[in-house]
């Protein structure tokens, strides 16, 4: 595969010579946290500061997951970049690569994948929180950019697969908030309907107890573009708790 580089970080990258999947690979930084590991292999990421702008730099070692597109394995990064790069053509709002690359070197599977930080928003679980000192105005702002978001998400027919709060990452905007997407590991097209978009949204509502039902249903009155009180909305509400039910059952 050719190394991507994005037109937007070139200059930036390449002024600290950075361009390259070799000099990326080498840089000395401190890692956020515990490399992962798994068998024989780690993934591990580290913050990049350049010039004011701030990157998150993933590094993976014979870290391999087995996909339709690759069933002999491939790093995780690459099905993650591909997943940025799908979300970024169908206009779905997600984090950003810069960055992307893969070597086999004596037999290791190397792989590099750099991002640019959301540095400025904050992810829903950080919100919610904080939920009840947010205004009227703030909560039914981050409901309608979470429902607005879900429903441009499936709109393009496509399931996140781990649509939690603390993959939902908000900045506002004037009286509103913009949102977006991270963790792309799991995405796939929406292939069964309704259940498909059963199932992507309930983990959100099932990790946000803070909301009462009235916002609930304003998060679906922006996801379907009905009134709160409309019957559709009602027949959601139905699904969602049903598959939470059976969820909780379990």
């Keep these: 595969m ?9 200059a930036l990258l390449e002024r600290h010579g950075l361009g390259t999947f ?22 591990s990421v ?5 010039e004011g702008h701030v990157y998150y ?8 997951t087995r996909t339709l597109h690759a069933p002999f394995g491939e790093p995780s990064f690459a099905r993650e970049f591909r997943n940025i790069s799908r979300y970024r053509k169908l206009g779905i709002p997600a984090l ?26 904050d992810d829903l679980d ?16 981050i409901l309608r950019a979470c429902g607005q978001l879900a429903r441009y998400l499936h709109g393009v027919r496509q399931v996140h697969g781990c649509f939690y ?20 590991e799991k995405t796939r097209p929406l292939l069964f309907g309704q259940r498909d978009r059963v199932k992507d949204l309930e983990p959100l509502l099932r990790r946000a107890p803070e909301w009462s039902e009235a916002q609930l249903r304003e ?9 709160a009180d409309s019957s559709l909305v009602d027949t959601w509400i139905s699904r969602l708790t049903a598959r939470r039910s059976h969820k909780e059952t379990r």
Excluded at 2 to 10: K, N, V
Aim: glycine residues 8%; aromatic residues 10%.
């Design 2 to 10: 050719t190394d991507f580089l994005a037109a937007e970080d070139r």
């Design 22 to 43: 070799d000099a990326l690979w080498a840089k000395q930084l401190e890692a956020v946290d515990e490399p992962n590991t798994d068998g024989g292999g780690w993934s």
């Design 46 to 50: 580290f913050r990049l500061h350049l």
């Design 57 to 64: 730099l993933k590094r993976q070692s014979n870290y391999l």
């Design 96 to 121: 950003q690569a810069a960055f992307f690359g893969q070597r086999k070197v004596d037999g290791e599977v190397r792989a590099v994948l750099l991002t640019r930080a959301l540095d400025g928003w």
């Design 126 to 141: 950080s919100l919610l929180h904080g939920w009840s000192g947010l205004s009227d105005a703030q909560q039914s702002a």
């Design 165 to 184: 709060p603390k993959h939902i990452f908000l900045q506002a905007s004037g009286e509103s908030y913009k949102a977006q997407l991270i963790d792309l």
């Design 219 to 227: 998060l679906l009155s922006a996801y379907v573009e009905q009134p």
